[in-house]
């Protein structure tokens, strides 16, 4: 038999393409899947009872006051969300330059767990972000002095932000400042509380994005000067990341981040590759609005351009998935 012969064969023998045309069968053989069980849904939470805030830059979220929330995380709970990140917002006029209503036992933050998990239990994860920028008076994520942050004088404020979210029950607490050394400070403040039990989600790896312009709006955050350049990380680093991960991890994380998501989806596969920890997605607000607008105009089909972005962070080795996108995925069958 000639080579060419046989060449011709081995084509005719493998063909791909056989499972990829029925249905059923294309489904049988997916080699990454996405459920329910991988997605938290972000919320915004203001310091009154009632509020619900839809945010011109995010269209289908909303800022909500806390019993608002509460009744949003049960309906979506109905739906399939079993776990939340929630960032808050201080009462008017309470911003300082320490961001001490961080930590306050009565914060937006602090009541919304506490009810949530009231309502829910165990069936409800209930994540906390821990970071000072929604609370400062200047917008930066620590200690401000002559236009530079203070990484040592943060780590304290931090450590009692996370440990008052711990008090009102929280699952996890997740440092999202860039502080060196925020992992174990935090980690040593929950156990010297008690709360052993509590985990951390690290924002292991988060860049300095330009991504993050809506949710700035949603949690009134952006800076009144300078910019996150100096703690958080350059866009063009991956090497980095790694660092910082091996970093976050022998400070004693229990889940790695990397945020945004989808164009970092090499640094999810890179950080994937390094440790055995649960490994966390962000995809962001200014991922989410991009979607929002470009579908609202026509130019895409929406739910296709979703579960799209939606798996390409789970094959990059996403084992979480952070996103706005929750809610519409599972109620329209995104997934």
């Not at 929950?190 to 300095?208: E, I, M, Q, R, W």
Request: charged share 25%; glycine share 8%.
């Amino acid at each position: 038999m000639s080579t060419e012969t046989e060449t011709t064969l081995t084509t005719l023998r493998t063909r791909p393409r056989r499972l990829r045309a029925g249905g059923r069968l294309r489904d049988l053989v997916r080699e990454t899947r996405l459920s329910a069980d991988q997605l938290i849904m972000p919320h915004f939470v203001l310091p009154t009872d009632s509020a619900d805030e839809p945010l011109s830059s995010m269209p289908g979220i909303s800022r909500y006051g806390v019993r608002d929330l509460v009744a949003r995380v049960v309906a979506d709970a109905h739906l399939g969300i079993r776990a939340v990140l929630l960032f808050g917002t201080p009462e008017e006029g309470a911003k300082d330059e320490q961001g001490s209503a961080a930590s306050r036992p009565d914060s937006a933050v602090a009541r919304a767990v506490g009810e949530i998990k009231q309502k829910l239990g165990d069936d409800i994860v209930v994540v906390t972000d821990v970071c000072l920028c929604a609370y400062t008076s200047h917008g930066h994520c620590g200690v401000l002095r002559h236009g530079r942050v203070i990484n040592d004088e943060t780590l304290p404020l931090l450590e009692a932000m996370a440990v008052a979210h711990a008090r009102a029950g929280a699952d996890l607490v997740a440092p999202s400042d860039m502080m060196d050394g925020r992992v174990a400070a935090i980690r040593a403040g929950l156990d010297d509380a008690g709360f052993a039990d509590t985990g951390v989600l690290s924002y292991a790896v988060k860049y300095a994005s330009a991504y993050y312009g809506p949710f700035r709006d949603a949690a009134e955050s952006s800076p009144a000067s300078g910019d996150r350049k100096a703690y958080q990380m350059d866009p063009a680093n991956v090497r980095e990341a790694i660092r910082e991960a091996r970093l976050d991890e022998g400070e004693g994380a229990d889940i790695l981040m990397v945020k945004p998501a989808l164009a970092y989806l090499d640094v999810i596969r890179a950080v994937r590759a390094e440790t055995v920890l649960p490994l966390a997605a962000y995809n962001v607000s200014g991922e989410y609005s991009a979607v929002k607008a470009a579908a609202e105009r026509g130019w895409m089909d929406e739910g296709a351009v979703v579960r799209e972005n939606l798996r390409a962070m789970a094959r990059a080795g996403a084992d979480i998935i952070i996103t706005y996108h929750a809610r519409d995925a599972l109620e329209q069958g995104w997934l």
